[in-house]
């Protein structure tokens, strides 16, 4: 029998647009417009979809950071 694994994720859109990834909550940072995480995340296939996401919802700088949990 396998085991179910989680991983939650954080994401947030930087003031360019940019949208980050991270496995800790980040920190806006209104000096540089750029959220700040010391644990970032990179993952192609999940950004890709994270991407899809937000354009979708329209967050935006304005909005706080987000996470998921993913299960597989």
Request: net charge neutral; aromatic share 16%.
């Amino acid at each position: 029998m396998s085991k179910t694994k989680s991983l939650t994720i954080w994401f947030a859109v930087n003031k360019s647009g940019f949208i980050g990834l991270y496995y800790d909550e980040p920190t806006r940072n209104e000096e540089t417009g750029k959220w700040d995480s010391k644990f970032p995340f990179v993952n192609s296939i999940i950004y890709d979809q994270i991407v899809k996401l937000v354009e979708k919802s329209n967050i935006t700088w304005k909005n706080d950071a987000e996470c998921l949990t993913l299960n597989f």
